[in-house]
């Protein structure tokens, strides 16, 4: 299941109070906030009868990956609902403009969260949201590394979204179902958020100028390209039953979120090099073995004793390739290669 | 020493801050600007009303961003999806065109230091609906620089030598793109401050498409190039 990010938010707090830090730049938080307010999507999620019409055709297999897939988007949306919203209200007094847009942010993830949630019921199901808030299992992160990981996880949003409405669009046979239609102005959001936490790097310039900087960036593009595509190829049937092929489909996402990574993130991996898909290939592997020794009938000891060796494996297919020679880059408004750059 | 260079840039004048605040803001701010466009003025002066003549248009700020052509038509493809979303926006609440797609526009003639690391035919996104940053809160940037977190904990000489970026006016296009240079101008009509060369564009093929689709069409930007103009 998607994890439930949470923070420290006293440091949060003291990162952007403009009391402590005079010369915090907010220019780019309120040309944000200006966007933000715009709310292009307002009228954006309205349904239609289609929705039920098309849920009850679907059928067999597909119809539980896609139920599990509306489960798994629904409260990933909803967890950043919470995470923002919380922020939005503790960062009030210390900086009233971040705080705004963290409010705002989170009205987008309520709606979306809100309109994958009907879809479920379209399959007779729903999510428990209230119960979901009371979910205690959360993933602790400082806020520096939730800055990087979720501005991956928006701009990975962003071109899974895009990809898929693009596809559809030219190959309208598989729109099975109507809400892969809205995804051209949904993923806009997407992709706005992803916007305002490269901000927050710009205005913690510190996050993105040194060594450790570049093993960070390295370290979480490896983890969400890797999980992405470890996830995606043990759900290759609904990419399939929407006409892609999973591999490609990956491969495709992270190249192009890998791209834009490159503008804020000092380095990013070289995903280009065939050796990085092979390294993914492995993995997909190794993790299928994995997966058939934990379902074995076998008892616990010899289970365990299966899997060490294939988790040593993994873990020597992951740091391979964060060894990898990356690529440097980052935004030109403070790269060190940005004097030899033509535009 | 502070003191001097507070004063020094409050005037804003051709030369009067020091290399480093003209050097990289928004890729060549305002001061710079002064001195090389006598037709495309950057700062309001001061007039006597006694001197206006009734038929004076009023002067209207534009903001650009500029880059070469490949990159802005036809590598950046989310770049279309957000032009396409902000004139549905416009159109959805009656609001009236306030950005373009000028093609080889010719206000690049008085921005030579932008010229210069642009590769040809370039392509500006132009807007009346510009940044935030008012003049005189950029000149109180000016004065701070040394206290700003941007510099924390760089020992060296004056002046810093990374780029000041924090000084300048940012806006929601620059952000996105990055890789882009921008600044202003002020013209007397719309037609002056969209006037552009023509130019025929070609893009090739990319060599390795990955993507699940075609790419966008060529041709796209044409609801957003100034009226009457063909792609």
Request: aromatic content about 14%; proline content about 5%; hydrophobic content about 40%.
């Amino acid at each position: 299941m998607p994890k439930f990010y949470t923070t420290d938010f006293d440091e949060m707090e003291t990162l952007f109070n403009t009391e402590i830090d005079k010369n915090l730049n907010q220019s780019e938080f309120e040309v944000l906030l200006q966007e933000f307010k715009t709310d292009y999507n307002q009228t954006h999620f309205v349904r239609n009868k289609e929705f039920k019409e098309a849920a009850d055709k679907i059928d067999g297999p597909l119809r539980q990956i896609f139920v599990e897939l509306l489960e798994r988007s629904c409260t990933a949306e909803f967890y950043g609902f919470l995470l923002y919203k919380e922020l939005g209200r503790r960062l009030k007094k210390t900086n009233p403009v971040v705080a705004e847009i963290f409010s705002l942010m989170s009205r987008d993830e309520a709606r979306h969260a809100g309109f994958l949630n009907k879809g479920l019921s379209d399959f007779n199901l729903a999510l428990g949201l209230g119960f979901l808030t009371k979910a205690r299992k959360y993933t602790f992160f400082k806020p520096k590394f939730i800055f990087y990981v979720t501005y991956l996880s928006e701009k990975i949003g962003y071109w899974r979204y895009i990809t898929i409405y693009r596809h559809l669009k030219e190959n309208p046979e598989y729109q099975c179902y109507p809400i892969f239609k809205y995804f051209e102005n949904w993923c806009q959001d997407e992709n706005r958020h992803g916007d305002f936490f490269s901000a927050l790097l710009k205005a913690q310039h510190q996050f993105l100028n040194d060594w450790k900087a570049k093993l960070w960036s390295r370290f979480f593009c490896l983890s969400v390209y890797v999980t992405m595509y470890l996830n995606d190829c043990q759900r290759t049937a609904f990419y399939e039953g929407i006409g892609l092929d999973t591999k490609e489909f990956d491969m495709h996402v992270i190249i192009e979120t890998n791209r834009t990574t490159a503008r804020i993130f000092p380095a990013v991996l070289d995903v280009e090099n065939p050796e990085f898909k092979r390294r993914l290939d492995k993995m997909v592997e190794i993790n299928e073995q994995l997966i058939a020794a934990g379902e074995s009938d076998d008892i616990h000891l010899v289970k365990d004793l299966k899997r060490i060796p294939l988790i040593a494996a993994l873990a020597s297919e992951l740091l391979a390739t964060f060894l990898m020679r990356p690529i440097e880059s980052g935004s030109v408004d403070f790269a060190e290669f940005e004097a030899q750059l033509v535009y | 020493m502070l003191g001097a260079l507070s004063a020094a840039s409050l005037t804003l004048g051709p030369g009067s801050a020091p290399a480093p605040f003209t050097a990289k803001c928004g890729n060549d701010g305002a001061a710079n600007a002064l001195a090389t466009a006598p037709s495309f003025r950057t700062a309001v002066a001061v007039v006597d009303s006694d001197q206006l003549s009734p038929e004076k248009k009023q002067a209207q700020k534009y903001h650009f961003v500029v880059a070469n052509a490949k990159f802005m038509l036809d590598e950046e493809e989310h770049f279309k999806e957000l032009l396409f979303e902000r004139l549905r926006y416009n159109g959805e609440h009656d609001k009236e065109q306030d950005f373009w797609l000028v093609i080889e526009p010719k206000f690049l003639d008085n921005f030579p230091d932008i010229t210069k690391r642009l590769r040809r035919p370039a392509v500006a996104l132009v807007s009346t609906n510009g940044p935030w940053i008012t003049e005189k809160e950029k000149k109180i940037y000016h004065g701070q620089w040394r206290n700003s977190t941007l510099f924390a904990g760089r020992e060296g000489p004056w002046p810093p030598q990374v780029p000041p970026f924090r000084l300048c006016p940012q806006w929601f296009m620059k952000l996105r793109l990055d890789r882009v240079l921008s600044d202003s101008y002020e013209a007397d009509s719309l037609e002056e401050a969209l006037a552009s060369n023509p130019t025929k564009l070609e893009f090739e093929k990319p060599e390795n498409w990955v993507a699940p689709y075609a790419k966008y069409e060529f041709g796209w930007w044409g609801p957003f190039l100034p009226n009457g103009l063909k792609v």
